[in-house]
């Protein structure tokens, strides 16, 4: 199937690259910063400068700064991965600045925002110095939903996964962002500083509770005493982050370039919603984001559990299906009345029902923004991007609802129909017949989905990914029903058939 996305139409302008020096010499329209960067110190440490990163909580900070509020809380990058670097080599040239691309489709906005003002070499000795500065008060993750070690079988910590076996089994400078958090607090600790809060920016129910299992849980391998300390006197804030934010490739970097007359090595384009919900937990000080749209709220679990449900879950939800169906534009797969009723009855049925009323949301309508966010146009999101790492969203997106709708007698056939096509897009991909696998797990999964076609379960197999529910009579029958399904006739078919039941 052939997809299309429309880009807007504009002249071609001369672009400039883009750097401190130049930001008065970009075109009219474009927002530059309105602070003098000069006058910016560092507060906040952030590690994993992706796009999300830089749409959302950079794109606050920035919004803030234009206030005249908070200079004394700028952002230092950081990173311990290989794309970290590349990163780092690619913001160095212009000077930390990043161009920031809003696709409304009622009109594309880009804005250069000046908010991180440096970027720690990626080397762990360098990070855990950078730590130790008294003016970081805040380090901030976003490391993706798979960085934290967690056991699908318990849902904590898992001391058993080879990154932290290596960890604690020899005497080498730390490997992981955890590793090097924990030696940080152990330097600022000796030295008489106050610990800086550890702020989760990642899509993980309780982000705040599970950065803290993990950094608890490592540091009672290496130092309990120093463990005790850490439960005793640092802050772990929940907080649930939303703003669709697709990869960054040529056909992004042209669009900056030739609509905006800028040359950026690393733009971010962005949907023009995002949200941030967070508990008000950061005893070294924050600072005032409420003035630029955060809430800051008691409990932020419900928001949490709306967003990863419905937000995520729903992209679950329609990434495989599309897949099969060949569409490459999630745009162009909510133009499809199988995917977008797929998506509608799935929620509807079996995914709001798991979530929380929460005063003055409707459900059904954060539903329906879903929905149209998911179809806009402009934004150009890919259905690869949605399909990618399924072996660490799935256990965070659709199992957890799988289980909760178990665990009160609710029928799961539409949520178990979606892991059955994650199981058959495996095996499709394989043959051919789709998009290769991008998932640290893709043998395995390839595998597993293969040994399938002959018993279903084999799929689920998979203990670190499906845990108990791989023993529940109820999930393996109705995810063996519709994998046999989808191997018997054809994708089409059976979700026409799910939507006429």
Request: charged residues 20%.
């Amino acid at each position: 199937m052939q997809d299309s996305h429309p880009p807007q139409q504009a002249e071609a302008v001369e672009a400039i690259a883009l750097r401190a020096e130049t930001l008065t010499m970009l075109p009219e329209g474009v927002s530059t910063p309105g602070y003098d960067r000069r006058a910016l110190t560092p507060g906040v440490l952030h590690v994993g400068v992706g796009n999300f990163h830089r749409a959302h909580q950079a794109n606050y900070f920035h919004r803030l700064f234009e206030l005249g509020e908070d200079f004394d809380w700028a952002i230092i990058g950081a990173g311990m991965m290989h794309f970290d670097e590349a990163m780092r080599e690619k913001l160095g040239p212009q000077d930390w600045l990043t161009t920031i691309v809003e696709l409304d489709p009622e009109g594309y906005r880009a804005r250069v925002i000046g908010s991180m003002i440096d970027f720690v070499a990626v080397d762990p000795g360098a990070l855990i110095d950078a730590m130790q500065d008294p003016q970081i008060r805040i380090v901030s993750l976003t490391v993706t939903e798979g960085g934290y070690f967690l056991s699908a079988e318990t849902g904590g910590f898992d001391p058993a996964h080879p990154a932290i076996v290596r960890e604690t089994g020899a005497d080498h400078p730390p490997q992981t962002v955890f590793g090097v958090i924990i030696a940080a607090l152990k330097a600022r600790r000796a030295k008489g500083l106050p610990p800086f809060t550890i702020m989760s920016c990642d899509n993980l129910p309780e982000n705040g509770h599970v950065a803290r299992a993990t950094v608890l849980g490592l540091a009672r391998l290496i130092d309990p005493d120093l463990a005790e300390w850490i439960a005793d006197n640092v802050a772990f804030p929940n907080s649930m982050v939303d703003c669709i934010t697709p990869a960054t490739g040529a056909r992004e970097i042209d669009l900056v370039r030739a609509r905006f007359g800028i040359k950026d090595a690393a733009p971010v384009v962005c949907e023009p919603f995002r949200q941030w919900v967070m508990e008000d937990n950061f005893p070294q000080g924050r600072p005032a984001l409420e003035k630029v749209g955060v809430e800051f709220v008691r409990d932020v679990a419900p928001y949490e559990l709306m967003k990863l449900r419905i937000l995520n879950g729903g992209h679950a939800a329609i990434a495989y299906s599309s897949a099969l169906l060949g569409h490459h534009y999630v745009h162009d797969a909510m133009a499809d009345p199988l995917i977008a009723g797929f998506l509608a009855k799935l929620t509807k049925e079996e995914i709001l029902p798991t979530v929380p009323e929460i005063e003055g949301v409707s459900l059904t309508s954060y539903m329906a923004l879903v929905a149209r966010r998911f179809s806009n146009a402009a934004l150009g999101d890919t259905i690869p991007r949605l399909c990618l790492d399924g072996s660490n969203r799935q256990p965070k997106f659709i199992l957890p609802t799988i289980a909760d709708r178990l665990a009160s007698g609710q029928p799961v056939n539409g949520l178990a129909l979606e892991v059955a096509l994650w199981a058959h897009y495996c095996a499709a991909a394989h043959d051919g017949l789709a998009a290769r696998i991008d998932d640290p797990n893709a043998a395995r999964l390839t595998e597993k989905a293969l040994a399938a076609r002959g018993d279903p379960r084999e799929f689920l197999a998979m203990p670190d990914i499906f845990g108990a529910l791989a023993q529940s009579p109820e999930f393996v029958r109705a995810f063996a029903t519709s994998l046999e399904r989808l191997q018997q006739t054809s994708t089409r078919d059976v979700l026409a058939a799910y939507l006429a039941s």
